[in-house]
Structure formats: C-alpha cells, structure tokens
C-alpha cells in the first residue's frame, strides 16, 4: 500500500483546486475573497484546503490555519484563538489578555458592562487586519459548523471584508451536522459574492485513478464493483482499500489488482472499526480518553486524565502517529480522521462518555487548565447529584461562568442546583443563573427566580440584596419605557432598607435606584438617590457605586437643572475615580456627557477633546458604547460633517432582528439619521428605504431621545418634499413633547422647523407653543448659567412667528460662528423669505445666495431647492445660475476625511493604524473605505492605494 505525499493534488478535484488557485492569486494581487466549501466526512474538504494552505505559504502568504472542535463551542472565541495559537508571536499574548479581560470581575447595571469577548474578537480582526498590510493572509477554518457563535461570526466578518484586503478566508463544513454557523456562513458568502464550493461524489473513472495511485497498479473490474459501494466517497475508499490489504483479499489478475469472491463487509464503519481492533488494547484505550478531550490534544492532558507518567505513554502515541490514526500539530494531536475519532466516542456508552467527561473535567482542573476547557468537559460531563468535587467547581467559578458564557453557566447551573445540598449554596448558585437569564434576554425567567429568593424566610440579607438587584434589572429589561422603570425604581428603593446589608450593597443599590428614578421622569429623587450612594460608597470603600452615582449626578445636572458648569465638575470628579482603567463603563458614560455639554456651549476643541478620548477607550457593542457613538455622530452633523456622522455609527444598525421585530433603540438612530441625511440631499430612494425600515416605530414614553431630533425631521422632510406640510408639521410634533424629548437639546434643534410649518399651514396656535417653548428651555433654570445655543434658537423661533429678520440674521450670525451650517443655512433661508415678502429683494436675494452657498457645501441639495421655492413664492424673481452642486462619486466627491484615510491606504496603513493616525475608531475607518470604494466604483485597497497615488502625482505636476 502507498501513502499519498504530503501536497498532491487531490484526485477529482482538479476542477475545485484551480477555483481555489484563482481566489488565492486574486488575493495576492489585494482582490481578497472568501471560500466555502462543503461536503460529506471524508468528501477531501480537508485535503483541498490543506493543499491550498501549502500553496499560500509557498506563495508568501501568512497562513492562519485550524479547526473548529465539537468540545470547544461551549465558549467563545476558542477555534480563533487556537487557530492563532500556532506558530504567531503575538497569540501567547492575545491569549493571555482574553483570559485577564474575562476573569475580571464585571458589575453588570442596567445601563450596560464591558464586554471582553467582543472587544477580543476586535483585538482578533485587527491582528488579521493589520497582516495583511505586511503579506497576503489566509485564513482557514475546517469544520466550521462546530465553531462557536462568536468565532463563526468573526470568521463571517472576515469573510464580508476580505474583498478589500488581500485576504483569502476560507473555511470547510460537514452539511447536516446541526447548528446555524454552516447556514449562516452560506448566507454570508451570497451577500458578499464569495465562493461556495459543493464536493460531489467521485466518479467511476476517478475511482479508478484513486485506487491506482493507493495500490501502485492497475486495478481489474471485480475490485472497480466493489469500490463503488464507497459511493465516490475519498475516504471510503481508502478505508475499504486498505481493509482489503489487512484482510488479504486483494490478488493480482490479468486486468490488475483484483477482490477475492469471500472478502467481507466493506462499509465504512466496517472498516473504520477494524482499523481500531487492530491496534493494540493499550492504544485504544488511551484514544478512547482521547476522544473524549477533543478532536485535538495534548500528550500532558491525555498522561494527566490517564493518570500515568507521560514517558509510560511516548510508545503509545508512536503506534497512534505510525498507523496514522494521529497527525502532530505543533505541541498537540489531532486525529487525522474524525471518523475514527467519533467511532470511538459513540462506540463508549452514554454513562461511560459522560463519565469519562467528569474525570477529564476534574483532572485538567488540577493541572490549571483555563476555565473554558474544563468547563467544556463538566457541561458534557454525567455524576452523582451529591458530587463533592463538582459542587465546588461549580460554586467556585458560577460568576466568571456567567460573564464568559451566560448560555454554558445557564447548563452548568441548572444540573448543579439540582444537586446543591445546603440552602446557601443553592441560593448563590439560583442568584448566577437570574444574571445568566438577564445576560441572555430572558429577563421573565429572571424575574421568576429573584422573586422566588424574596419569597424564601431562610434568603440572607445580602443575597436578598442581589437579588432584588437582579429582579430590578429584570423588570427594567422587559419594559424600560414605562412600568418596567418604575417599578424597579420602588424595588431597589426597598432593598436599601433591608436590615442586616452591607453599607457597600447599600451604596451599590442607591446608585442604580438613581438610573430607574431618571428613567421614570422622578429627576428630584434620582439626585437624592445619586447623593446617597456617592456617599455610602464613600464610607464603605465601594468606589464603583461612587463612579456610577457621579456619572448619574452628571446628567441631572445637566438635563434637570440646565447647569452645564456644575455638570462638567460633576464629571471631573468622575473622571478622578475612573483612572488608570479602574472604571471603562463609567469613564465612557462622563466622557460621553463632557461631550454633549461641550456641543451645547460651542467649544468645539474640548468636544474633539472628548471624542479622542472616547475613541482611546475603543469600540464596545453594549449600551454605553452605543450612546457615545451616537453622541459623536451628532456632534459631527452638528458641525456640517454628515459623512464623517454617519461612518460613526453606521455598524449600530448591522445587527440581525426577527421580522416583525422591532429595531433595536442604536438602528434606530442609524437609520434617522441616515434617512435625515439622505432626504437633505435630496435622495428619494435612499430615505424612503431607511424610513421604511422605521415606519411602524413610535417615538414614545421617555427612550428615543436623539431619534427625535433625527427621526422625527426625517419623517418631517418627507413629508414636505411630498408636498405634503401638514404631515410634515404631525412629524415634528413630538419635540413638544416632554415625555419624548426629555432634555433640552432633544426639543431644540426643531423648534424653529416647528413654527415655520405651523405658520405655513395656518396653525398659529402650535406655532406659538412652539416659541413659548424655546423661550422656556432658554431660561431652564436661574440657578443655571446662560447658553447661547439656547438663546439664539428661541430668538429664530421668536423671529418666524413675528415675522421679523433682525433676530433671524442675528441667529444666522451665531450659527456661523459656532460651526452650525445647516441651522445657519435654515435661518438664512426663513430670513430671505421674510425680506422678500416685505419688499427687501436685494437684501433677500444676498441672504438667499449665503443660504445656497452653505447648502451646497453640504451637500444638500433638498435644502437648496426648499429655499429657491420659497423665495419664489414670496415673489422673489431668481436667475438660472447657481452654486455647482457636489460632485456624487469620482475622486472629487470624496470627502476630507476619505481622502485622508485614502492617503493612509496609500501609504501602506491597515485601518488601525490609519485609526490611529486620524484619532478614529477602526469601525469608523471601516466605513470609510466601503464608502471610498463605492464612491470609485472599487473592489479593493489596492485599486485605492493605485488612484491615490495617480492623483497625488497629477498634483504635483500641476
């Protein structure tokens, strides 16, 4: 028998291995894209992508290249740090930071955690990301399918990306063996035009070829029937042939090689489990323990679950590595053919695997293995319900198991608490598993569990204390609009006053008492609450409940009182508590209010000031990193950079939703914004496709406070440029709103917009709300310092409804110099009108002609046309010329930003380091370059990096 050599192209395949060839050039030459290939267990998926790996590397590409294993998807992000693991000097370090970041102790509130696994999955992408600014990089995964969620979700965000980097991803799965991530990478490959490659059977004449080259001869026409009951499997046949060898029933005839007529059973499993018979019972039982820690190893673990020394096992895994049944793979093994592996694992009784899994748990916990890949072992794992040592694990690691994975600690804790035996140790184990259910969205399981720890006489004060945390948490998640806040807001105020709590959970629990006040509208009782846990947790040394209640004082001060110095104070002394790292969440949460007030007052170096820092504390999906990006993206529309705004928070709205579904609260300022954007420059399909998406969303009771400022004008600017004002005027009424727009940025950017519709329809009354209403929010507090933003929106508002310019232009005038060209542009326009009607045509047409000039710097093409239709209607006689409008795609439409992070493509930067270079967040970077190869009509970074140096030559020569 002849053993295949290490590289051969892959007998049948021939077809499927130039496809690969081709992605693989593409990707040399920067045209990345990724591959999907699928087939049966032994259709050669992993033979092809094995072969392709060789000729990456041969070809100077860094190649990154694992499997996923079925033991491994308890937890995330393990088939990518394996995969890292082998050969690449930074994954020890990765590693190690992934480990620190999620065993440290996290304080989940209702206003959002820290999340270590996504910000490690951002860490994995920019490794990948930054490679490929050195070499080419292939990345390969084979069977995908048992990868974990977020593993199978990184692989697929590279998979999204790879067309803009010279990047190869590539992955093999087994269809039909359950789970979504086969499904989800073939949908992933559809959208972004990747490679899907189906493995079909081999046909008669490859068989052929495939027997030739294992026998080293021709083969006769008795043994070609017999080969094809392999169905065109690879490694059927070669397991059917090589049983033949070990059975003898291979003979030479005048054809070739021939079967003799008494060979036996020739199916797979057949012959799989006579290649385990025949090894010695010394090896099959260690392959056995093998199996069962996974489809890869190593030789410690198996001595340690083994009990026996290492050395005793060295003959062992020889014979293993000799019959080929094990491949080395760096410092582990991995069997080369799952097919053995799970003959052995099924071929072990259920009560003995699940056993089997116990000692394995238990052992590799005594070496100090990491926590997922014991934990792996105990969810697999089957033992006595009074079982010591499990109990203990379990109680030991319930927090660190619910941060980590809250699906796998849901497993864990449920089998434990079945078994737990004092009352204490059952009531922490029930406390684990209500934070598990809120981590996972199951926030009515929750509540049922904390309810039932309140109901018990034997629960101790602080558990109790928990527990009415959890249950507050609980009932907020199911309703943050209405009761949910307000009953949780009665909850946490009881708990504080249960005897026998520690000063520390007392501070704790006033801190987000005060979050659930703010967000019931009871503004007097949340900055008492906030005041008393600032100061129990100053007595108690609970520094987390003091950051928080500052942050927390940070808003009232500036929302209820309008006290934007005593606000920015406030964070400061937030901010002191937060250094070195001590606080993310809560340094985000002040960073994210210092830029508000910063927008308010007009000082545009310390809102930069804030968005660097912001941007330093790096990307997070929860809540609070949401908020600040919206925060800056509304900084950045403010200031006329709409593009810059929307290459912000555009990756908010990428997360999926059910149908019928409603968006979750970041899509939907996403989308308005977008939609607002795009209805300003007067692209129809755009804003109607984003609004459509919003159509059945409400702006209601007290959450869309920035999708009122841009969902409603969106909604507003629809319906004008339908010619519809009347609707246009419905939209926009709920900035009047309190209960909606619950602070007084949210009511003031419109309130002008408001009055000049309510105008236009003959609705005096509503106009005059409107102004009374910016006259109030402009003098929000006599204890509170003036704000010019303030002032000079109610003198706008006040200025249409007595139809006078003098306090528009003055408003004009602010505008400009407090970097707000769109409300410049609006009041310029309400101006024009106003001296056209009254007889001022020159003046008007001057105002008209500024108005346009600041329109067309935007973009928005809308506005430029409102503003000629109005001046034409107050019979304002206007000439052909006009600003020449924006260019939409070709070099010149990009913007300031693109051309810089065109430049950095140029010169050879991956986007974190063009992020870095810029002050920007790499997803924003991102953006920008989808948007730059749009807008060229590109397909990847080189073509990019080619255009930006032409042009820079063409500047130089002229």
């Known amino acids: 028998m002849r053993t295949t050599r290490a590289g051969a192209a892959p007998i049948g395949r021939r077809t499927e291995s130039s496809q690969l060839n081709e992605v693989l050039s593409g990707a040399a030459a920067g045209r990345g894209r990724a591959v999907l290939i699928r087939g049966e267990a032994g259709s050669g998926k992993s033979t092809l992508l094995g072969a392709c790996a060789d000729r990456a590397t041969e070809s100077g590409f860094a190649v990154l290249r694992g499997a996923a294993n079925e033991s491994e998807r308890y937890f995330p992000l393990g088939t990518f740090l394996d995969l890292l693991e082998r050969d690449r000097p930074y994954s020890g370090q990765l590693r190690a930071e992934y480990r620190a970041a999620v065993a440290a102790p996290a304080r989940r509130t209702a206003a959002g955690m820290t999340d270590p696994v996504s910000a490690a999955a951002g860490r994995l992408f920019q490794v990948v990301e930054r490679q490929c600014a050195t070499s080419p990089v292939l990345v390969v995964v084979d069977d995908l399918q048992w990868a974990d969620e977020t593993s199978a979700a990184l692989w697929t965000r590279l998979a999204h990306h790879a067309e803009r980097f010279p990047l190869m991803v590539a992955a093999a799965v087994t269809p039909g063996s359950g789970g979504e991530a086969e499904a989800a990478a073939a949908r992933a490959l559809r959208h972004c035009g990747g490679l899907i490659v189906d493995l079909e059977p081999l046909v008669p004449d490859e068989v052929a070829a495939l027997a030739v080259r294992q026998l080293g001869g021709p083969v006769g026409p008795a043994l070609l029937e017999a080969l094809g009951g392999a169905g065109g499997n690879p490694l059927h046949l070669t397991e059917m042939l090589a049983l033949l060898h070990r059975q003898g029933a291979l003979t030479r005839g005048p054809h070739g090689f021939e079967v003799t007529p008494d060979h036996g059973d020739l199916s797979l499993g057949t012959a799989i489990t006579d290649r385990i018979q025949r090894l010695s019972a010394e090896l099959r039982a260690a392959l056995r323990i093998a199996a069962v820690l996974g489809a890869e190893f190593r030789p410690a673990d198996l001595a340690a679950v083994s009990r026996r020394p290492l050395v005793a096992l060295v003959p062992v895994l020889e014979e293993a590595l000799a019959g080929a049944v094990l491949d080395p793979v760096g410092e582990r093994l991995r069997f080369r053919h799952q097919l053995v592996r799970q003959a052995l694992v099924t071929s072990t009784p259920t009560a003995l695997r699940g056993a089997l899994h116990r000692q394995v748990a238990e052992a590799l916990d005594l070496t100090g293995a990491p926590l997922d890949q014991v934990a792996g072992h105990v969810a697999q794992a089957t033992s006595a319900a009074t079982d010591p040592w499990l109990h203990g694990w379990v109680a030991r690691h319930a927090r660190e198991l619910v941060t980590r994975s809250p699906a796998t600690a849901l497993e864990i804790l449920t089998r434990a608490d079945a078994g737990a035996g004092r009352e204490a140790d059952r009531t922490g184990l029930r406390l684990c598993t209500a934070e598990a259910l809120n981590a996972l969205g199951r926030p009515h399981e929750a509540e049922v569990i904390a309810r039932r720890l309140l109901a018990a006489s034997s629960v101790e004060p602080e558990a109790a204390a928990e527990a009415f945390w959890l249950l507050g948490e609980a009932l907020y998640a199911r309703s943050p609009t209405g009761a949910g806040a307000r009953e949780a807001a009665e909850l946490v105020a009881s708990a504080t006053r249960i005897d026998g ?286 704000v010019a933003y303030w002032e000079h929106t109610a003198e706008h508002a006040a200025g249409l409804l007595e139809a006078d310019p003098a306090p528009l232009l003055a408003a004009a005038d602010y505008y400009a110099a407090s970097s707000r060209p769109l409300r410049r542009a609006n009041a310029l326009e309400d101006a024009a009108e106003l001296l056209a009607r009254q007889g001022r045509a020159a003046d008007a047409r001057r105002r008209l002609d500024e108005a346009a000039a600041v329109y067309t710097g935007l973009g928005a093409t809308w506005g430029l046309r409102h503003a000629q239709a109005r001046l034409r209607a107050a019979g304002l006689r206007l000439g052909a010329r006009g600003p020449r409008p924006r260019a939409a795609s070709g070099w010149q439409s990009l913007t300031p930003t693109e051309l810089r992070v065109a430049q950095g493509i140029a010169d050879g930067g991956s986007n974190p380091e063009i992020a870095a270079e810029l002050m920007l967040s790499t997803r924003t970077v991102q953006t920008h370059v989808s948007h730059i190869l749009a807008k060229l009509s590109f397909r990847s970074r080189v073509e990019i990096a080619a255009e930006a140096a032409r042009q820079s030559r063409v500047g130089q020569e002229a």
């Open 501 to 786: 709590i520690s000063e520390r959970s007392r501070a704790r629990l006033q801190a987000e008492g005060s979050f659930y006040l703010f967000r019931s509208d009871r503004l007097d009782e949340a900055a008492e609450a906030a005041v008393g846990a600032a100061a129990a947790g100053g007595r108690s040394g609970e520094a987390f409940a003091v950051a928080y209640a500052t942050w927390m004082r940070t808003v009232i001060a500036r929302a209820r009182d309008g006290d934007l110095d005593g606000a920015v104070d406030l964070s400061e002394r937030g901010l002191a508590l937060s250094v070195d790292g001590a606080h993310p969440r809560v340094e985000r949460l002040l960073r994210t209010q210092r830029l508000v007030i910063a927008g308010l007052r007009d000082r545009i170096p310390e809102a930069e000031t804030e968005i660097t820092e912001l941007r330093r504390l790096g990307e997070s999906p929860r809540s609070h990193g949401q908020h600040s990006a919206v925060a800056i993206a509304a900084q950045l529309f403010r200031t006329g950079q709409w593009d810059e705004a929307l290459a912000e928070v555009e990756h908010l709205a990428a997360s999926e939703h059910l149908a019928g579904e409603e968006l979750p609260p970041a899509a939907v300022h996403v989308h308005g914004l977008a939609a607002l954007v795009a209805g300003l420059r007067d692209d129809t399909s755009a804003s109607e496709a984003r609004l459509r998406l919003l159509r059945n969303h409400p702006l209601r009771t007290p959450a869309d406070p920035g999708a009122a400022q841009w969902l409603a004008m969106a909604r507003s600017i629809a319906a004008e440029r339908a010619g519809r004002p009347d609707q246009a005027l419905a939209a926009l009424l709920p900035v009047l709103d309190r209960q909606i727009a619950t602070e007084p940025e949210d009511r003031f950017a419109w309130l002008p917009a408001v009055v000049r519709l309510a105008l236009a329809v003959g609705d005096r009354a509503t106009a005059e709300t409107a102004a009374a209403a910016a006259a109030a929010t402009s003098t929000v507090s006599s204890r509170a310092p003036r």
